[in-house]
């Protein structure tokens, strides 16, 4: 039967919240009666090569070993189909010492035989499991000098796999159970031979290989082909589409807060929505990101500048190409967090700030239309993130960011750069961006519309509960 992986953890990644995964279950694998789909692309020859330590009885001691296994993998599987791996081999170098401490006492001649047991590591994100494998080790002579290698072959059982995307096969550290090849004449053995349990040493991992893993039917728009050349042949100089399937995102707001460290100010944004938002799967690497725009209100912030002149400002956040476009345009790529193990969002993005409307001691000041930074703010975040649930990156984990110089700040031949720079300009501030997917919602009056059709408001017990299923478990 098929082995089933169980999920570690109830966090779902932000590709399972995709709906690209199988909706059979949430496991990483499951029991499947579907024969395995045929592998498009080749099988592919895996080995990996580890070093373990394995403790023998006195007067061997614990010995280091080296332990090579190799198998063959499918290219790809699809959902609700079983993945088979085979030609699963491992060949164990045995020391001559070691090996004799198996036959008879005196003896310098003869062969050995045994079982080799092991697990095999399925993981996937945050879901793993081990498949337990038990090989035959064949005859063996011990040679006249030298290591004795020793081959264990056997059957690997049928993995199904529900989930979509890159599944690593990991081998573990073997269980040895060696003797002597007994004389054809000799009586049956009445007890089984001892088992020595090996380990992995420290800071080992050992990745035999990976396969990915494709929706049965694959979600998104049908690609288009490259326009065939006269004749029927594809132009050499046209590259094939990318084999990208999308998604799209439901309603989702977005919440975002800014501290300034030489203003000692707090700058929270309206809730604002992307738009335009799509997760992208890439079918061929596995790699996933999300799209989108969106577009922020004027905010009014209150604070002391030089930290003791009460001054007001009202802030934007515009995108690089203000004078032309209003839409910040967005791109976020997915990982696992290592550290976490969460499902995680990296993006790397790029604003103006424009200030106007100041007041100093209450006194207007007329910072004109063009108070913009010299350069674009340049923030990168990182944090938890499910894309059809609710998101927390900032720049903190990435040290903040610099707030850049001022330019065309000022009126009537006033030059009020210095005077900002002054002020704000300056590393150590940072950026946090919440988004939390809304349901839909079409009745004439919000207060019929279901629970979480609005986001929570910051620092609500909602929005701390919403954050909290983010965070590690």
């Known amino acids: ?52 330590h394995c403790p023998f009885a006195d007067p061997l ?11 063959t993998l499918p290219a790809q599987a699809k959902t609700g189909t079983s993945a088979t791996i085979g030609g699963y081999s491992v060949k164990v170098s045995l020391p001559r010492d070691v090996a004799l401490s198996f036959l008879p006492a005196g003896a310098t001649t003869g062969s050995l ?8 590591a399925v993981r996937q994100d945050d879901r793993s499991d081990r498949v337990p494998v038990s090989l035959v080790v064949a005859p063996a002579p011990l040679p006249e000098t030298g290591d004795v290698v020793l081959t264990a072959t056997g059957a690997v059982p049928e993995i199904a796999i529900n989930t979509v995307g890159a599944v690593t096969f990991e081998v573990t550290a073997p269980t040895l159970a060696l003797e002597a090849v007994p004389a054809p004449d000799a009586a ?69 807060k800014s501290t300034v460290k030489r203003l000692g100010a707090t700058v929270v944004s309206d809730p604002s929505l992307l738009v335009n938002g799509f ?62 193990q969460l499902p995680s969002l990296h993006a790397d993005l790029r604003v103006m700030a424009r200030m106007s409307s100041a007041k100093i001691n209450g006194v207007p000041l007329d910072l004109g239309a063009g108070c913009v930074t010299k350069e674009p703010v340049h923030l990168v975040l990182d944090g938890p993130y499910e894309a059809f649930g609710v998101g927390h990156v900032s720049t903190e984990p990435n040290g903040g960011f610099t707030l850049p110089g ?29 988004t939390h997917n809304l349901v839909g919602c079409d009745t004439p009056d919000p207060a019929d519309c279901p629970e979480g059709s609005n986001p929570p408001a910051p620092g609500s017990p909602g929005a701390a509960a919403k954050k909290a299923a983010t965070q590690p478990r």
């Open 279 to 340: 997760i992208n799967v890439n079918i061929d690497t596995g790699d996933s990101w999300v799209t989108g725009s969106t577009a922020f209100s004027p905010v009014t912030a209150t604070f002391l500048g030089f930290g003791f002149v009460p001054v007001s400002a009202t802030v934007e956040f515009l995108p690089v190409e203000y004078q032309t476009q209003r839409m910040i345009d967005f791109t976020g790529n997915l990982y696992t967090d290592p550290v976490t």
């Open 113 to 120: 035989r045994g079982a080799v047991q092991l697990d095999l």
């Open 61 to 71: 001691g614990p010995r280091a070993l080296t332990v090579e296994t190799t198998a």
């Open 406 to 434: 001022f330019t065309g700040c000022g009126t009537g031949g006033q030059d009020l750069n210095p005077l900002l720079d002054g002020m704000s300009s300056g590393p150590g501030n940072q950026a946090y961006v919440d």
């Open 1 to 52: 039967m098929p082995r089933r992986v169980r999920p570690r953890s109830a966090t779902v990644t932000a590709l399972a919240a995709a709906g690209l995964l199988s909706v059979a279950n949430g496991a990483l694998t499951g029991v499947g009666s579907a024969a395995p789909g045929p592998a498009v692309p080749p099988d592919t020859q895996a080995s990996a090569s580890v070093s373990v």
């Open 188 to 256: 049956p053995a009445t007890t089984a031979p001892p088992k020595v349990a090996c380990t992995l040493d420290e800071g080992r991992q050992a990745t035999l290989g990976k396969i990915l893993v494709l929706p049965k039917t694959l979600p998104g728009p049908e690609q288009k082909q490259p326009a065939a050349a006269p004749g029927g042949v594809t132009a050499a100089d046209e590259e094939p589409p990318p084999n990208v399937y999308t998604q799209p995102l439901g309603l989702v707001s977005v919440l975002t």
